[in-house]
């Protein structure tokens, strides 16, 4: 028997562990920027600005953690290919990671992902696999992996089992910690969309693990399974059309998607997404994503009926990436229309409601007047 077998294998794990370590080592947290709106008194809203990551977006982080979870479970080792199912944010994120560790790396998308991503995986030296049917990137990667004795690494999976929830820095335990000093510290709401549903489920377990009194609303956009199953109860509910906003929506109902964390959900038009994404990146000075433009109108929504209702206190969200990926497509007008998005009415309510100077038109109503029962409706 050859006690030193698999020594090399040690080696290699001590090396890559202490990469990563080094590489979370070199990094600072995240803002938690606050904002003030005029016709919102006594209610803050905190945005956790997970934009300025290396990567660019909160996928960092959930990259990171998949990375330490596949190399400590010791499916991944020196010389794996590494393949993964993304909508693109992720796949940027690992690539880094794997170019930190001399590691190939695979992404499965849908063809329709946005070109700065591609370019940003293509530079970190991963390579893009496109498929027209989003509902096969699980099956094409998961195959890819096993026919070339690679590592599938599986966000949609493990988002929710590799993230330490209790603490160790994730995202909910630095938003917490960011707001002890503030006047609201615990907030009436955080309000999250779902990719993975990795980081409600972190923040939903977060808030029971503490005792806290907040509570999580998970924003889901119009073509996304989320919502219906939430509503129905139906883990096998299904959205055959692609969701419009990169990184948030999905076919299916991930198994990262913990429902019973979560106290509210919001379906969202996707032109009120973006109308809020225009709006919000107007009073920032700079550009955020779609999903972010989600999150705002979610936190809209639940401002709202704070207001109407006379309670105070402060709500939560996320940046989940900057604007910067989407110049050529929600920030186009050409694009938008197109896509037959029109935003300009949500655009205008939503900026009178912020300022102050509209109560007869609710956001709610709005979206339902505008889309019909779209608002509440199914996929
Ligand atoms: C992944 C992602 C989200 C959603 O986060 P999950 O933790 O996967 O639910 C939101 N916005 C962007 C841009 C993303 O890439």
Known sequence: MNLNLGNQDKEWTRWAIGVLQGDANRSADTHLIPLDFNGLPGISIYLKDESTHPTGSLKHRLARSLFLYGICNGWIKKGTLLVEASSGSTAVSEAYFAKLLNLPFTAVMQRSTSCQKIDAINRLGGTCHFVDNPGAIYTVAEQLARETGGHYLDQFTNAERATDWRGNNNIAES????????????PAWVVMSAGTGGTSATIGRYIKYKHLNTRLCVVDVEHSAFYESYDTGDKASTCSTPSRIEGIGRPRVEPSFIPDVIDHMIKIPDAASLAAMHVLSERLSRRVGGSTGTNFFGVCCIAEQMRSQKQT???????????????????DADWLKEAN???KPYEK???????????DVSLISLCKNICGSSVVAHC
């Open 175 to 186: 938003i917490f910690s960011q707001m002890a000093m503030e006047k609201d510290p615990e």
């Open 341 to 343: 998005i029109d935003i």
């Open 313 to 331: 206190g402060s709500i939560v969200s996320v940046i989940c990436d900057s604007g910067d990926r989407y110049a050529s497509t929600y920030y």
């Open 349 to 359: 309510y939503l900026n009178l409601f912020l300022d102050g100077k509209s109560s």
